[in-house]
Nanobody
């Protein structure tokens, strides 16, 4: 069982920055993808950004140029640096870990961007 512990959410004004962290108990060297999804009330859970073990990143169009996903193998942690935040970025952000068997999800961390 892979466990994911997220941190870093909070309240920020539009134009501000936050950094989310996700520590995994799973292998940092053999996953298919790790990353972040978000879900606003009444909406489906959407991809924000993912990263592979090789460091290849993939972003939703809505966050390209503003968000950066990275990983620290030694700390078994994936980060999401979020800059130039907009009110429409407000959502619960969930860490995802995918190995060759299944996906795992964190509990979520709330990000609220005020206008």
């Amino acid at each position: 069982q892979v466990q994911l512990v997220e941190s870093g959410g909070g309240l920020v004004q539009a134009g501000g920055s936050l950094r989310l962290s996700c520590v995994t108990s799973g292998s940092i060297f053999s996953f298919r993808a790790m990353g972040w999804y978000r879900q606003a009330p009444g909406n489906q859970r959407d991809l924000v950004a993912t990263i592979t073990t090789a460091g290849r990143a993939n972003y939703a169009d809505s966050v390209k140029g503003r968000f950066t996903i990275s990983k620290d193998n030694a700390k078994k942690t994936v980060y999401l640096q979020m800059n130039s935040l907009k009110p429409e970025d407000t959502a619960a952000y969930y860490c995802m870990y995918e190995n060759w068997q299944r996906q795992y999800w964190g509990q979520g961390t709330q990000v609220t961007v005020s206008s």
